[in-house]
């Protein structure tokens, strides 16, 4: 069964980092492209970041490049997001998700407050 | 980037009737070597993550129950609920997954009249 278990959400300060962890069963990340999307409280998604299945090319919306960093470790079956210089705009409910060619399949999310 | 807009944002329809959401994509999302609409429908209920109802404009996803179809081609698609039942009370997104920088629709709320 495929399966995608986001962790490392929580509370942080303004200005704080955390780490978001993606761990995948079920299947092997090795041969997808995996992405992190949010939604804020009451509004809609975001994407945020997208990584090629090898590492080799990743992408960033323009609200989170320069801050936030994704990474994988395909011998872990886990994907990552590094998020620093964290804003109260950035509190939401954040989803990694599996992208197939048919459509993409989602994480149950975690989430991330921002708040002093 | 490829902007989704959905119509309209809400809408009550009774229960049996039928549910209309449009999507428009400022971008064609049609790959012509497949000739295959990288286009997607998610269903999200309160407190859950979105789930894949619909790909590639029109191919139900495993489960989806057959009163979900959806049509359209390049930038104009639709989502069809053809007769409302009580549990499809949700938010529905379409997507485009035709490049790795995703991007949704803002969301149709679909409630009971």
């Known amino acids: 069964q495929v399966q995608l278990v986001e962790s490392g959400g929580g509370v942080v300060q303004p200005g704080g980092s955390l780490r978001l962890s993606c761990a995948a069963s079920?299947?092997?990340?090795?041969?997808?492209?995996m992405h992190w999307v949010r939604q804020a409280p009451g509004t809609g998604l975001e994407w945020l970041s997208f990584?090629?299945?090898?590492?080799?090319?990743?992408k960033y919306a323009d609200s989170v490049k320069g801050r936030f960093t994704i990474s994988r470790d395909n011998s872990k079956n886990m994907v990552y997001l590094q998020m620093n210089s964290l804003r109260p705009d950035d509190m939401a409910m954040y989803y990694c998700?599996?992208?197939?060619?048919?459509?993409?399949?989602w994480g149950q999310g975690t989430l991330v407050t921002v708040a002093s | 980037d490829i902007v989704m807009t959905q119509s309209p944002d809400s809408l009550a329809v009774a229960l049996g009737e039928r549910a209309t959401i449009n999507c428009k994509s400022s971008?064609?999302?049609?790959?012509?070597?497949?000739?295959?609409?990288?286009l997607a429908w998610y269903q999200q209920k309160p407190g859950q993550p979105p789930k894949l109802l619909i790909y590639?404009?029109?191919t139900r996803e495993s489960g989806v129950p057959d009163r979900f179809s959806g049509s359209g081609s390049g930038t104009d698609f639709t989502l069809t609920i053809s007769s409302l039942q009580a549990e499809d009370v949700a938010v529905y997104y379409c997507?485009?997954?035709?490049?790795?920088?995703?991007?949704f629709g803002q969301g149709t709320k679909v409630e009971i009249k």
């Open positions: 998700a599996q992208e197939t060619g048919a459509g993409d399949h």
């Open positions: 079920g299947f092997s990340i090795s041969s997808f492209g």
């Open positions: 990584i090629k299945y090898d590492g080799s090319d990743k």
């Open positions: 971008q064609s999302v049609l790959y012509s070597p497949n000739n295959k609409n990288y």
């Open positions: 590639w404009a029109s």
């Open positions: 997507q485009q997954f035709y490049h790795p920088q995703r991007t």
